[in-house]
């Protein structure tokens, strides 16, 4: 797990942060009704608004359950309470989107993630989330479950292909990427030493740029 996640901090540094968007599921997603953490994630779909120029794309993630690992302050009015944490209880349905597939155009690598409270039963289709930009945060910004939950999709993809595709085709996008802007930064690098030399003989020589 620690390679994958040591991969995924890395995700397209310096790539600017999107805009949050409301994703509609595509169908009914049972969620176990048992608050009892279990290494378990469903493959999901889900679409955006008609009126959308990418109303046929659909962006495919997996949903997955977390339990608060973290203490948590509640504040009514001057009184705090502090909530400790329960790591053996499901808190809530987190979704990791990373692909948009739309017709007649290659599948496009995204990195987006959302959660929602639990509502034990099934998530109804129709129902909404509103997906963040995971890839434009910095790790630190990230959603408190992340690393547990990208932790929890490692273990079930050993056992189970449809997930380990999910993170396979995340984790060589996201090197994709990262070669590309290593080359990117490499030619810059390279166009700047040019300059400097040219400037550098141009000095010696006493002619003009």
Known sequence: MLDVLNILNGLFLGSTMLANITLYSDADYEIQRTYEIRDVATLISAHREWWRDESKCKFIGLMVPYAR?????IRNGEIETVLPPEPDKVAGQAFIINRKVCPGKPDEAIFRGADRWRNPGIF?????ITAEDLKGMKPQDRPKWFEQVMARIERVSRNDAQIREFLQFTVMQVKSSNEHTSESEGARDTSNENSASRESTNELLKIGP
Do not use: A, I, R, S
């Open 69 to 73: 690992d973290w203490p948590e302050t």
């Open 124 to 128: 109804l289709e129709k129902h909404q």
